[in-house]
């Protein structure tokens, strides 16, 4: 209880440093404005959003080979806070193309993509309520969540793979990104990863709660 | 200090989806956790009443 304490304040505070240094360090774009700012926070989102969607996936797998529910669990919790993180990017990204591009929403490959992806994983999501025997539930949302997955490869590789309105990659390409943004830009990213670790672990101790619930279910009809 | 605005709404939007995500989680936990002592009692008075 207390490492979880310690672990949400460590979190909150890298969060409050990034939002400083978002606004404070990181030197003003030239072209864009002060509006490029949104970039800390929507292209980190992106990132923890698929890496969120890669563990959901694992999870799956595994839970396909293994059959062992907390495996689920972790499917399940991933798939949430990717999902959460996942609205971020589609709601901050408008926010920075009106501005940039004159327009909220283009339906270039990787916008389309993503929404497609926030969907999938939306609908993964209801599938779930919408079975009650739980080995059957966890069976075909792993299947669903295999499936669902494969349209993150096409969100990441979208903007090579075809010509889009979105900005091209800048953080890991040799791309002229100052080093001080890109310093702010790989703090974000950490303290946003480290944000997703917390959910999914508060996410996935809520599964464990619900299997402890229906065990204490069973356990007094067996009484 | 143009689009202050843009910027100051993205941050608290993203910021107001994690926060109220997590209150989300704390709250279904809570109400779970709740339930889960309730039925601990429960299942020790049913087992006291077997004796």
Same mark, same amino acid.
């Given at each position: ?35 490029q ?23 799956? &797998?595994?839970?396909? $080979? ?6 689920? =669990? ?10 959460a ?18 327009? =909220?929403w283009? =339906? ?37 969540? &295999?499936?669902t ?5 096409? &969100? ?5 793979? =075809? ?11 040799s ?6 943004? /890109? ?6 990213? $950490?303290? $946003? ?9 508060? /996410? ?20 | ?27 279904r ?19 006291q009443?077997?004796?």
């Amino acid at each position: 209880m207390i490492k979880t304490g310690v672990y949400t304040f460590l979190v909150c505070a890298l969060m409050g440093l990034t939002a400083y240094a978002s606004f404070y360090v990181a030197p003003t774009e030239a072209t864009m404005g002060l509006v490029q700012r949104i970039f800390y926070l929507h292209a980190p989102s992106g990132m923890v959003s698929l890496t969120a969607f890669l563990v959901s996936f694992i999870g799956s &797998v595994t839970y396909l $080979l293994t059959k062992k529910p907390k495996w689920d =669990w972790l499917a399940v919790s991933s798939a949430e806070v990717g999902i959460a993180f996942c609205t971020v990017v589609l709601l901050t990204g408008p926010i920075w193309a009106h501005p940039a591009w004159g327009v =909220w929403w283009a =339906w270039d490959a990787r916008l389309t993509s993503t929404l497609v992806l926030w969907l999938l994983y939306v609908a993964f999501l209801i599938l779930r309520t919408m079975i009650e025997d739980h080995d059957r539930r966890a069976l075909v949302s792993a299947f669903f969540g &295999v499936f669902t997955f494969l349209d993150v490869p096409l &969100v990441y590789g979208s903007i090579w793979w =075809w010509r889009t309105q979105h900005p091209q990659p800048v953080v890991f390409t040799s791309a002229g990104l100052d080093p001080t943004m /890109r310093k702010v830009f790989y703090l974000s990213w $950490l303290s $946003l990863s480290c944000l997703m670790a917390l959910l999914v672990r508060q /996410r996935y101790e809520l599964e464990a709660s619900r299997e402890e619930l229906r065990s204490l279910e069973q356990e007094l009809e067996a009484n | 200090m143009k689009n202050l605005d843009s910027v100051f709404a993205a941050y608290l939007i993203g910021w107001a989806i994690f926060f109220l995500f997590s209150l989300s989680v704390a709250k279904r936990s809570a109400g779970l956790k709740d339930e889960i002592s309730r039925l601990k009692e429960r299942l020790q008075e049913s087992l006291q009443k077997g004796k």
